[in-house]
């Protein structure tokens, strides 16, 4: 079935270390993905997102990997700040024959930094 | 990405009776989404609001709990009906961004209690 899962529910870093938060995904047929950041009381906010033909992209002190060949996605943050202390989801978006679309999320993971 | 607000932020409900959430943009998007998040869990998308025609909803979930309005491209509402505790839960909206790829913005989210 379409699922996405994640390997470590609770990540501890040291601030200043750098993160990496896993994720792996079931349906080969995912064209694209996301990850999201949420901190209590918010809504989901977009970090960063890689199309199905790449294996890497990078963004503001974020990187994320994709292998395709063992489903897996990876989100790595580097010297890790307090500001970045929340629950991390991965999502895999589906595209249907229609051109229709949706996103099936992870179960996420907490990160949280230590001073 | 657009600005993307919802209303109630949360409110306190008795069961059996039903809640109409908001979900307004401040610009016209083709696709709206509906997601239930239950307290520690992930996000589980309910259904696509489509403009203009009935929303599809997802395994699981079914119009007569969550009907869903979409009058125009940039406002929609989800009901939740005939409440139980079980549908304590935040529920949010999320639109799809503009670029070619099927990235999702999402609003604040509305957090339900039902007593």
């Known amino acids: 079935g379409e699922s996405v899962g994640l390997h470590l529910p609770t990540l501890s870093v040291q601030e200043g270390d750098n993160s990496i938060i896993n994720c792996a995904y079931s349906n080969s047929a995912s064209d694209y993905f996301i990850w999201y950041k949420q901190e209590s009381g918010k809504g989901p906010q977009f970090i960063i997102d890689?199309?199905?033909?790449?294996d890497k992209r990078q963004g503001q002190r974020v990187t994320v990997l994709l292998n395709k060949t063992v489903k897996h996605l990876s989100l790595q943050i580097a010297a890790t700040q307090p500001g970045d202390s929340a629950v991390y989801f991965c999502?895999?978006?589906?595209?249907?024959?229609?051109?229709?679309?949706?996103?099936?999320f992870g179960s996420g993971t907490r990160l949280l930094v230590r001073p | 990405s657009a600005v993307i607000s919802q209303k109630p932020s949360r409110d306190i409900c008795q069961r059996g009776t039903s809640l109409t959430i908001q979900c307004q943009v401040d610009s016209q998007v083709t696709m709206m989404f509906w997601y239930r998040q239950q307290p520690g869990q992930s996000l589980t998308l309910i259904a696509t609001a489509n403009q203009g025609s009935e929303a599809t909803y997802e395994s699981g979930f079914v119009i007569d709990k969550f009907p869903i309005s979409r009058p125009n491209l940039t406002f929609s509402t989800l009901t939740v009906s005939n409440m139980s505790p079980e549908d304590s839960s935040i529920y949010l909206c999320?639109?799809?961004?503009?670029?070619?790829?099927?990235?999702?913005?999402f609003g604040p989210g509305t957090r339900l209690t039902v007593l």
């Open positions: 890689i199309r199905s033909n790449m």
């Open positions: 999320s639109v799809g961004g503009t670029s070619s790829y099927n990235e999702q913005f």
């Open positions: 999502a895999e978006n589906i595209t249907s024959m229609d051109s229709s679309y949706k996103l099936i």
